[in-house]
């Protein structure tokens, strides 16, 4: 499902500038070579603010979001299959907002779209290549990718939403 962000909540400069000098490599809990990409972790409050303008369409039950993640994948950066959680395991983190709590919906806001290839990919076949300032909004356990990069870097802010398991 994709949503158009309200274009006065995001500031691509100002989000591209505040991760400029914190790119950290992008890890995954299984192999590194499920992955090819950089990232930058935060809870600023106008990054959150962004991602609390979306409207989630279903009746999920959730209780806070995990700190946003901004992603750049340069020219053959990618990211294989993966889901992001199954909306039953809770997450393995410390902290009180983690306790007991799940990933249930995940969200990716494209940030640019001048770039090639990249496409946003659900399991078999569904490709998406939004447009800047698109959220591509999903319950967490659905199968998904980030296809290589061909030509440029591809931007995005990622958010997961959690709550109580499904249970």
């Given amino acids: ?6 274009s006065t909540n995001v ?11 914190k790119w950290t490599q992008g ?24 991602v609390k303008s979306v409207h989630i369409p279903w009746g999920f039950k959730l209780s806070s979001i995990e700190p946003v993640q ?29 306790h007991g709590k799940t990933r249930k919906v995940s969200m990716s806001i494209l940030l640019n779209d001048d770039f090639r290839g990249g496409e946003f990919e659900f ?12 959220a591509i909004i999903f319950p967490s356990y659905i199968l998904h990718r980030v296809a290589p990069v061909t030509r440029g870097t591809r931007y995005s802010l990622v958010a997961w939403m959690i709550g109580d398991p499904c249970v």
């Fill in 1 to 6: 499902m994709t949503y158009k962000v309200d």
């Fill in 123 to 134: 399991y078999p076949n569904i490709k998406l290549m939004p447009k800047t300032g698109d």
């Fill in 70 to 98: 901004i992603t750049r994948y340069a020219e053959s950066d990618y990211y294989d299959y993966h889901i992001d959680g199954d909306g039953v395991t809770p997450i393995k983190a410390q902290g009180t907002i983690y």
């Fill in 11 to 21: 500031d691509v400069d100002r989000i591209l500038d505040y991760a400029s000098d």
């Fill in 27 to 50: 890890k995954t809990q299984g192999t590194s070579k499920t992955r090819q990409s950089d990232v930058v972790r935060t809870e600023e409050s106008w990054i959150y603010d962004i």
